[in-house]
């Protein structure tokens, strides 16, 4: 029997068990909750050392302490996000001052199927109700100003750490919520590049809901947009926002994939699997195929993309197959891109973007080259590239035929 903390009742409910586990978490690395309640924390789940209650207690006071900010003389502006692979409406240079970007993520803990081939399926932990969650664009100098609510029909407690931010935890002790709360936090976006973004509610749930889907993209753009190491403008015609995401899905004795009824009912199953970190699916926004085929991203020769891929969990090393990475951001936008790279780096915890100008018709395959995870796990996407064949870069000679003898 659990205490539940928001109603000030003991209740023996799945939600309230659920929470329990979330709270204990969430005390380990806060210790915020710990005070509120004695949670036990669950023997089999070692937690992040992270600042202990009396740490938080001194935030929250500093904070308390700390001379408010005047942004009085900054434009408020709305980004409608959207659902990747697609990016939200963006100015590549930034007009005017830097100004306060409106947003908001819902999370929505949902079903998803993972692969419709063998019905392998997650409930997955969502911003939005996509994986990875949407991309968020702002310039440099920008502030994000974040609206965090939670489906009420949700069981678990979801929070967000900002790689972009400057502040303890990414913003990670501030927005903590249970379902049907929201809650806002506002941070300075000092720091351009493409860079990650998670839940991170504490302790082994930090990996679980990462693991589950929930995990993004931010690009903070320079205010004079990307340049070349010489300083020239590098403009893009399109952004392709791919999220690697890996998951590590139950199976019973005969190696079927297992299915549950409701989003945490996969908690102590899924610890284990994660535990061996053999993840039984690396997949590309999502699910298995959801960028191939005719769900293909879609260019045409002379168009110049810009691909950001996010990984949250595992290091990727992305590579477009009769492409290259004409110029890679795997650092910041301060620094001078990476040029002519056949394959880059990704690390885990972060995001990259590299850019690329097609210049041949036909269809790519972008993998993650370990071709392991590109072909048995799932890590392929499509770049489906219209336009006219240049015999001067590429010819078939001889097609193939039977060698005469
Ligand atoms: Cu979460």
């Not at 991170?200 to 931010?218: E, Q, S, T």
Request: aromatic residues 8%.
């Amino acid at each position: 029997m659990l205490y539940d903390t928001k109603a000030g009742t003991l209740n023996t409910s799945r939600r309230n068990v659920l929470r329990g586990t979330a709270l204990a978490g969430a005390a380990a690395i806060t210790g915020t909750f710990a005070a509120a309640a004695p949670m036990r924390r669950p023997l089999s789940t070692p937690t992040l050392r992270i600042p202990d209650n009396a740490l938080v207690q001194a935030q929250a006071q500093q904070m308390a302490e700390a001379e408010p900010v005047d942004l009085s003389g900054y434009e408020r502006v709305q980004q409608r996000l959207v659902r990747p692979p697609y990016a939200p409406d963006h100015d590549q240079v930034a007009t005017g001052e830097p100004k306060i970007v409106e947003i908001e993520l819902t999370v929505d803990e949902r079903l998803m199927v993972v692969d419709e081939d063998t019905g392998a399926s997650i409930w997955a932990m969502t911003y939005n109700g996509s994986v990875p969650g949407p991309l968020i664009i702002v310039h440099q100098g920008d502030y994000v100003e974040l609206t965090l609510k939670s489906h009420t029909r949700n069981v678990l407690e979801h929070n967000i750490d900002f790689h972009a931010s400057t502040g303890a935890l990414g913003g990670g002790a501030l927005t903590h919520i249970y379902p049907g709360e929201e809650t806002v936090l506002r941070w300075k976006a000092t720091k351009a590049g493409c860079f990650t973004y998670h839940c991170a509610p504490g302790g082994a749930m930090i990996p679980y809901h990462v693991c589950h889907g929930m995990n993004g993209a931010v690009m903070v753009l320079p205010r004079d947009g990307l340049k070349d190491r010489d300083g020239n403008a590098l403009p893009y015609d399109k952004i392709a926002y791919i999220g690697e995401q890996d998951y590590y899905l139950p199976t019973d004795e005969n190696g079927t994939y297992r299915t549950y009824q409701n989003a945490g009912d996969d908690y102590a199953d899924s610890l284990a699997a994660m535990r061996t970190l053999t993840p039984t699916h690396v997949v590309f926004n999502g699910a298995v195929d959801a960028l191939t085929g005719n769900r293909a991203i879609t260019v045409e020769v002379g168009q110049t993309i810009l691909m950001i891929h996010n990984q949250c969990n595992r290091d990727s090393r992305p590579h477009l197959i009769g492409g290259h990475g004409a110029f890679v951001w795997e650092s910041s936008f301060t620094d001078p891109p990476l040029t002519g790279m056949e394959t880059w780096f990704v690390r885990g915890g972060s995001a990259v973007a590299a850019m690329y100008t097609f210049e041949q018709p036909g269809v790519y395959a972008y993998v993650n080259h370990n071709l392991i995870e590109a072909a048995l796990l799932g890590a392929t996407a499509h770049f489906s590239v219209s336009g006219l064949w240049n015999n001067a870069l590429m010819e078939q000679v001889v097609a193939p035929r039977t060698i005469e003898t």
